[in-house]
């Protein structure tokens, strides 16, 4: 599917709130990895977007959102958590790959990863790193787009089913711009 891919501004972000909000809670209910436990409480997803605008606010997040050509809606989203420090400025972190289960196997997370590529590329950052959850379908993703897997960390997070699971992380250095 190809869609319309863009970085939000903060303003933009919060027009979109009750999209975003569908797409977290979408993407928790469905066993995601990103950091939340179903049922995510509402306010606890509110409280996550706001950090995430201000983040963008402040320019130390990148927000991209794949939208569906003619309807605009909002069908997958990802981030980019740039470094701060003075020594780290080339490296950067992708996190939050969300997309809707409605929009899943059509080719939007690699848009969008391709897309937040050539970002951090026009930012200066040519190193990106990421984590998930090790064995998660999307740990094929990450490999077909050239990240390399750095190792696992056991025991890293609970899960929905409340169990403990390991971490894999990976690594990307790109071409410069």
Known sequence: MAAIISSLSASEARALLPQLHELLHDAVDSGASVGFLPPLPAAESEDYWQSVIEAVEAGHRVLLVARQPGTGDLLATVQLDLATRPNSLLRAEVSKLLVHRRARRQGLARQLLVALEDHARTL?????????????????????????????IPAYFINFDGQPHATAVYYKLLAAK
């Open 124 to 152: 200066g950052r040519t190193t990106l790193v990421l984590d998930t959850r090790q064995g998660d379908i999307a740990e094929q993703l990450y490999q077909s787009m050239g990240y390399q897997f750095v190792g696992a």
